[in-house]
């Protein structure tokens, strides 16, 4: 399973910006799909994600970001808007995914987006 994320870039702030994130391969079926980041010298944390049909983002995005999902093309995506130097960080895009020929699901990680937000 490959994961391509784009999008990521620098944006003042106040301004916006959306990530894809495709996810190819042996797939049979998605369970969760979403954004985690992380800043420098801190832990990743989870942005957003899509798991079962249910949505859960961090208190911190609550109103400011929006994920959504593409099911037909197994993509996901984060609308970003009101950015603030606070969301400069690495953003990682992660599948948890049913394969053919396994009988357990198996988590993926993408390389990783950066945003940088200037003040």
């Known amino acids: 399973v490959q994961l391509q994320a784009s999008g990521g870039g620098l944006v003042q702030a106040g301004g916006s910006l959306r990530l894809s994130c495709v996810a190819s391969g042996n797939i049979r079926s998605i369970d969760a799909i979403g954004w985690y980041r992380q800043a420098p010298g801190k832990e990743r944390e989870l942005v957003a994600r899509i798991s079962n049909g249910e949505t859960t983002s961090a208190n911190s995005v609550m109103g400011r970001f929006t994920i959504s999902r593409d099911n037909a093309e197994n993509t996901v995506y984060l609308q970003m808007t009101s950015l603030n130097p606070e969301d400069t960080a690495v953003y990682y895009c992660?599948?948890?995914?049913?394969?053919?020929?396994?009988?357990?699901?198996?988590?993926?990680w993408g390389r990783g987006t950066q945003v940088t937000v200037s003040s």
């Open positions: 992660n599948v948890v995914v049913w394969t053919y020929g396994r009988t357990w699901p198996m988590t993926f």
